[in-house]
């Protein structure tokens, strides 16, 4: 089936006739038909768009020297501004904004020949660790366990691009990561996620949530297809000042790399109390298949892991608050009606506009910036942050790269969520660290628990090298041979 | 030149400090490539990142910073190679990311200073505290609809510089002056226009008064926004006034905003401490921390025009002018690059004499600026020649200068025209004497007699007969001779 195909065989596939980019997309259009319904990956899916992009994709390969993602349907998480095509944030306040530009990531990918299937689901305004603050719906995640048919989150944030990927109907799709919204849901669905270093991706035209964290990244099937769509999506781009003036090396080229010698560091202080033994297994199965690989493994130490949670908790959300006022129902978004004032149009907007969590954040933000708890508060954290990078720079003066577990625990039910809300937050409990040092982190699926979900493993690396995360990566693939696929998926479903 | 105000339990010394903002001269705007043009139709000038888009970044426009340095140079001011933009979060319809981009905790310019003159010829320092970069906000339209308010967004994301001095300025006066020499610099570097009238500079005017210079500051007032330099002084005047008559009859200032109405001659409560806004200031971290060059700050440094102050000294030493018509002439940069062109290798004293008098006085008349003037540096140049080699006199130069302002010629061009060489032949002046004389027997008598004034009499009586065109130090010779045998 064409949908089963990596990226990496697509674009050979479409090299060698064997199939048309149109039958391609076609087909992913045709699944998408097929599965949306009940998963809500796909907020808006652009069929028509699609299908002119195929064509125009199948001429370029007909004329050959096509670039490596000419033809390849994926899907945008959609938080990405795409030009002509409604960006909702998931949220209600721009459930009717359609942006005239697009997004240098977006616009990276086009360039590139790539052939967009619609926009993917997302925690509202990318807020969220289980895809259930959208206003779009809840996704539903393509895999269930082995015993029941409960219907599981797909992880979040970029939980619609998971589960799209997850369900063979996108070959891959953006992510964003701020604190965790790619690795956690990659895991949580079975798939590879990507988060490269704060700055290798432009954030332009990307909705922001918390500025100085957001960096988007690959979410595929392969570790091979995440270094094909970083490839493309990479890169400086003089309209963020953030993003960083550095080469992108050839990452497809990192997947058959030796991993002779290489020292992976193990962090004590990812095994905090009450964690499963089944993932204990499954992390040290990941530290055996390494040692196998050649590498040398090195217990090390990030001291301040325990503050990353709390000190993730007030930058976001400051920034957040600071970052969303621009929602006024002003000049795009939906405006409230029957406003008696400018501040009452204000109150009546954003209230109306922004669901419970985007609120609980924005007040949160707001309070920890307020006069008075400020230095009690955000400076405060942005000193804990500090000690977190040094934790990382220290680290890695030791070893090349961190493995750890990337989530908690494997993807739950939508009835079983927590009613408190710090306890949901508790997902992103391996995530946050490398997000507030700016590290590049990925998540690989390496087994299935005992009750049929997957779990993955998290590679952290140095800052801007991506490249050892992917050889790491490819080969801790190799050796897990992870070959499981979820119940809902393309052609296998209904 | 001291101001105190009497109450009627003492005198009370006024204590103010000013935080003026100045439109930075530039093409773009300080995070964005729209144009920053005046007068625009409302809404052309606006990015999607002046408007607040989702997704959209701001990119510091480096023409806006070498603008902020150049006139911490010319503000003799300590130049920070580190600096930092923080967002100062407040909701209005103006503004529409919900924040201003700032520099609140390191502003690029730190203290620096300025020197004021005063009407009394004396001279005063006043610290300056810091200069930092911002974002103006759009412009809200209240009079279009009887029911909406529309917005203009072509002001917001303009650079602003916000420059605050130290509470230094003791009187009305010299906040006034303070104004005017902070305009002259930034007009000079180039780096703000000043129209206080198009709003490119406006100021703030923090007010206190005390008892007298030994007790420590009181509570102040801030007043917002005021646009005119006369109306500065008078807000200041108006509000020490009020707060004294609190402090006097028992009660105590609260710290607050004002506005000043110059209509009614007074401020009055725009809102209090406690309506204060939180503005929940932060690190922008859309933005790096601004990192500058030595070696660019001094290249800027050797690029900086001769500022007010050098120049004013350099006329009065190289032209040997007075302090007071060196100021004059240094006013404006154009003034002074039209003295120089005129002064240059002629007699500087002359040449500052005919500009601040009739050359000023008939500007004045006709309503033009010196860059409008139809006599250009050259032609008055060309004129002062004409005294100096007695083509003609001062008395006849006066006519010509008039006529130049009316048709263009050049002096030549007049002389020539209307026949006005300076008369210099001997015979022809000793001719009209000898006639004047003949012609007046009576007054010469007088004059004789002991009548001195009368001597007068007879000068004028040749100038007249000659059409004032006789060389008058001739006139007086000749007559001398003559009269006196």
Redesign the interface.
């Known amino acids: 089936m064409l949908t089963d195909l990596t990226i990496a065989q697509a674009a050979a596939g479409l090299r060698k006739r064997d199939f048309s980019a149109t039958e391609l997309t076609k087909a992913h259009i045709s699944a998408i038909g097929q599965l949306n319904g009940r998963l809500n990956a796909y907020i808006t899916v652009t069929a028509d768009q699609a299908e002119t992009a195929a064509t125009r994709a199948d001429k370029t390969l007909a004329a050959g020297d096509a670039p490596t993602l000419t033809g390849i349907p994926l899907g945008i998480k959609d938080l990405?501004?795409t030009n002509g095509v409604r960006?909702t944030?998931g949220s209600r306040i721009?459930s009717n904004?359609v942006?005239?530009?697009e997004?240098t990531v977006t616009a990276n990918l086009l360039k590139n020949g790539a052939v967009f299937l619609g926009k993917t689901n997302l925690d509202e305004f990318a807020m969220g660790s289980a895809n259930l603050t959208s206003a779009f719906g809840e996704v539903e995640n393509p895999w269930h366990r082995s015993s029941d048919s409960t219907a599981l989150v797909p992880g979040g944030s970029s939980g619609g691009s998971a589960a799209a990927v997850a369900a063979h109907i996108a070959m891959g799709a953006t992510g964003t990561d701020t604190g965790g919204s790619i690795r956690q849901p990659a895991a949580y669905c079975g798939i590879v996620g990507l988060k490269p270093t704060y700055g290798r991706c432009s954030?332009?035209?990307?909705?922001?949530f918390?500025?100085?964290l957001d960096q988007a990244g690959p979410m595929t099937r392969t570790v091979e297809d995440a270094a094909i769509m970083l490839q493309a999506m990479a890169g400086h781009d003089?309209?963020?000042?953030?993003s960083a003036s550095i080469a992108v090396p050839d990452y497809r080229a990192a997947t058959t790399r030796s991993l002779k010698g290489l020292r992976v560091g193990i962090p004590a202080e990812y095994r905090p109390d009450g964690m499963s033994e089944e993932l204990l297994a499954v992390w040290q199965k990941g530290i055996d298949m390494l040692r196998e690989a050649g590498c040398e493994i090195v217990d090390v130490s990030l001291p301040h892991t325990k503050y990353g949670l709390a000190t993730y908790y007030i930058i976001a959300p400051?920034?957040c608050?600071?970052n969303?006022?621009?929602y006024?129902g002003?000049?795009?978004g939906v405006r409230a009606e029957g406003a008696t004032s400018?501040?009452d149009l204000?109150e009546k907007s954003r209230h109306n506009g922004f669901g419970e969590e985007v609120r609980r954040r924005i007040l949160v933000g707001?309070y920890v910036?307020?006069?008075g708890y400020?230095d009690a508060y955000?400076l405060k954290a942005q000193k804990v942050r500090t000690l977190i990078q040094r934790d990382f720079a220290t680290a890695f003066e030791k070893v090349d790269v961190l493995l750890t577990p990337t989530a908690p625990t494997a993807a739950f039910g939508h009835n079983e969520k927590p009613d408190d809300p710090v306890q949901m937050y508790l997902n992103d409990i391996f995530t946050v660290p490398a997000s507030m040092a700016g590290q590049p982190a990925m998540s690989v699926p390496v087994a299935l628990d005992s009750r049929g979900l997957p779990l993955g493993l998290q590679l952290i690396g140095r800052h801007f090298d991506e490249e050892t995360l992917i050889a790491a990566g490819a080969a801790l693939e190799k050796s897990a041979a992870f070959s499981a696929r979820p119940d809902l998926r393309a052609g296998a479903a209904a | 030149m001291s101001y105190t105000i009497e109450g009627s339990t003492g005198t009370w010394e006024i204590v103010v400090g000013l935080e003026v903002h100045a439109q930075v001269i530039s093409k773009s705007k300080l995070f964005s490539g729209a144009s920053t043009a005046f007068g625009g139709e409302p809404n052309t000038q606006v990015s999607l990142i002046d408007a607040g888009f989702p997704g959209m970044l701001p990119v510091i426009n480096g023409e806006c910073v070498a603008q902020a340095v150049r006139t911490g140079l010319g503000l003799k001011a300590r130049i920070n190679l580190e600096s930092r933009f923080d967002r100062k979060n407040y909701f209005y319809a103006d503004l529409p990311q919900g924040y201003q981009i700032s520099q609140f905790a390191h502003p690029i310019i730190g203290e620096g200073k300025i020197e004021i003159e005063l009407s009394d010829g004396s001279t005063r320092e006043i610290g300056i505290t810091r200069l930092h970069l911002e974002q103006d906000a759009g412009k809200l339209l209240h009079d279009q609809d009887p029911k909406l308010s529309f917005i203009d967004l072509n002001r917001a994301g303009v650079a602003l510089m916000e420059i605050v001095s130290e509470p230094d300025i003791r009187t009305p006066e010299e906040a006034g002056a303070y104004l005017r020499k902070l305009r002259q610099i930034l007009r000079y570097l180039g780096t703000c226009d000043g129209n206080m009238d198009e709003g490119s500079m406006r100021a703030d005017v923090n007010v206190s008064v005390r008892r007298n210079a030994g007790e420590p500051f009181r509570t102040r007032c801030e007043i917002k926004n005021v646009n005119s330099i006369r109306f500065v002084t008078q807000a200041i005047e108006i509000e020490a006034a009020r707060q004294v008559e609190i402090w006097e009859s028992g009660g105590s200032v609260d710290q607050e905003t004002r506005l000043f109405d110059p209509g009614r001659g007074e401020t009055r409560s725009l809102r209090s401490k406690e309506d204060a806004h939180d503005y929940r200031y932060f690190p922008d971290p859309d933005l790096l921390p601004l990192v500058i060059e030595q070696n660019w700050v001094d290249q800027l440094k050797a690029g900086l025009p001769e500022l007010p102050d050098e120049k004013r000294a350099r006329f009065q030493k190289e032209y040997g002018i007075t302090a007071y018509d060196a100021g004059v002439l240094v006013a404006e940069q154009a003034t002074a690059d039209f003295y120089e062109s005129v002064a240059k290798s002629r007699d500087g004293k002359s040449a500052a004499a005919w500009m601040t008098g009739d050359f000023f006085a008939a500007l004045n008349r006709t309503g033009r600026s010196i860059d409008e003037s139809p006599v250009g540096a050259d032609k008055l140049g060309a004129m002062l020649d004409l005294i100096a080699d007695s083509t003609i006199n001062g008395k006849i130069a006066k006519d010509v200068l008039e006529t130049m302002f009316e048709t263009g010629e050049t002096p030549l061009e007049i002389v020539e025209r209307k026949g006005l060489r300076q008369v210099t032949d001997t015979g022809a002046i000793e001719k009209a004497a000898d006639d004047v004389i003949a012609n007046n027997a009576d007054k010469l008598e007088q004059y004789r007699g002991g009548k001195d004034k009368l001597f007068g009499f007879f000068v004028g009586q040749v100038m007249k007969a000659t059409q004032g065109k006789a060389n008058p130090a001739m006139v007086n010779e000749i007559l001398k001779k003559k009269i006196h045998g």
């Open positions: 990405f501004c960006t944030a721009l904004f942006p005239p530009y997004s954030r332009w035209g990307t909705i922001a918390a500025s100085s003089p309209k963020d000042s953030t400051a920034e608050s600071s969303l006022a621009r006024d002003i000049r795009f400018l501040d204000y707001t910036l307020s006069a400020y955000y």
